[in-house]
């Protein structure tokens, strides 16, 4: 039996779980969504748990309004990516290319779970607030307390370096699109 060249490890159904996670950007401040978990005072990007049947794009865009309490949707962006283009012609090369206008995710977390017996994989996307439409918005799930931050304080005020990261990220590809310095 032949073995892959590349170093691989597989994982069973009950051994991961695909997350989805959002970059909530209000365009109009030029401002990034946060959520606080109170219990630990955290400050994290929204992501959560892929529901069977659904699309990790569903997910993102359905937990950063379950747990910021604000509906956005994805933002399509120009990144470097290793997805093949939508249509593609004759043979693609497996490698990085810059994709205009996608709704791809721009970076994927893997976390061990389960003391190292499994993963939590997450998928991160850009997503933009949308207007409230005259509805509140902002109450999210009880145990999280959510804000904007202007870019510099975002990076800041983020607990985890993995997240600063991603949002870094997030923001240079943004401020690319947008022409934002």
């Not at 893997?110 to 207007?131: C, L, N, P, T």
């Not at 409230?132 to 804000?147: I, K, N, Q, S």
Request: hydrophobic fraction near 40%; aromatic fraction near 8%; glycine fraction near 8%.
């Amino acid at each position: 039996m032949a073995a892959s060249r590349f170093p691989t490890t597989q994982y069973l159904s009950e051994e991961f779980v695909e997350s989805a996670g959002a970059i909530v950007f209000d365009l109009s401040t030029q401002k990034i969504c946060l959520v606080r978990l109170k219990a630990r005072d955290e400050w994290v990007l929204a992501n959560g748990r892929r529901n069977c049947g659904e699309s990790l794009a569903e997910a993102a865009v359905r937990e950063a309004r379950e747990e910021t309490g604000f509906r956005c949707s994805l933002l399509p962006v120009t990144m470097p990516t290793r997805a093949p283009p939508a249509v593609e012609i004759g043979l693609t090369p497996d490698a990085a290319r810059v994709c205009e206008g996608v709704n791809e995710p721009i970076a994927v977390t893997i976390r061990e779970v389960d003391g190292g017996r499994g993963v939590k994989i997450i998928s991160w996307y850009v997503a933009a607030f949308e207007e409230r439409d005259g509805a509140e918005g902002g109450e999210g799930e009880e145990h999280f307390e959510v804000g904007f931050f202007d870019y510099e304080e975002v990076v800041k005020r983020l607990t985890f370096q993995g997240d600063r990261d991603i949002v870094q990220r997030a923001i240079d590809i943004v401020c690319k699109k947008f022409h934002v310095a």
